[in-house]
């Protein structure tokens, strides 16, 4: 079973190397491949997680390829969103962790939210960063 996880914002970063300062500001272990044309990224984006190689699936859609879900869900869609960065991952722990890190430092960077289509719900930035920050270590727990 996959999951994701939709980041919707006003604008896009340009390059890895602007998301990696945002993942950086926050302290995640998550080194992302200076490899990849970011503004071409489609399908799976490897990535260093404390040093072990890990990754999700990592897209650049429309604010349109999502109304369908946000509809769904009785969300209307801010004027200002308009793009999504979608993330995808299977049962992976390390990719969920990286998903969830990266998605948060990716909105907070763009001034966006991150939207779950599992739950229907948008979180604030702050519920993100609790979720992000505490997601590693309910991980090694289970572990």
Request: net charge negative; with cysteine.
């Amino acid at each position: 079973m996959s999951m994701e996880l939709y980041v919707i914002s006003p604008k896009r970063l340009d390059t890895i190397q602007e998301w990696q300062k945002a993942v950086n500001e926050f302290q995640f272990p998550i080194k992302l491949s200076e490899d990849v044309d970011f503004e071409k990224t489609s399908g799976f984006l490897p990535l260093l997680l404390n040093g072990k190689l890990s990754g999700f699936e990592c897209d650049h859609w429309t604010i349109n390829d999502i109304k369908e879900s946000l509809s769904f869900y009785h969300i209307a869609p801010d004027p200002s969103w308009k793009h999504v960065l979608a993330f995808r991952w299977g049962g992976n722990f390390d990719e969920l962790i990286c998903a969830t890190q990266t998605s948060i430092a990716y909105a907070i960077a763009t001034g966006g939210l991150i939207f779950d289509p599992q739950e229907g719900e948008i979180f604030s930035n702050e519920r993100s960063l609790e979720i992000a920050r505490n997601i590693e270590k309910e991980v090694e727990s289970l572990r």
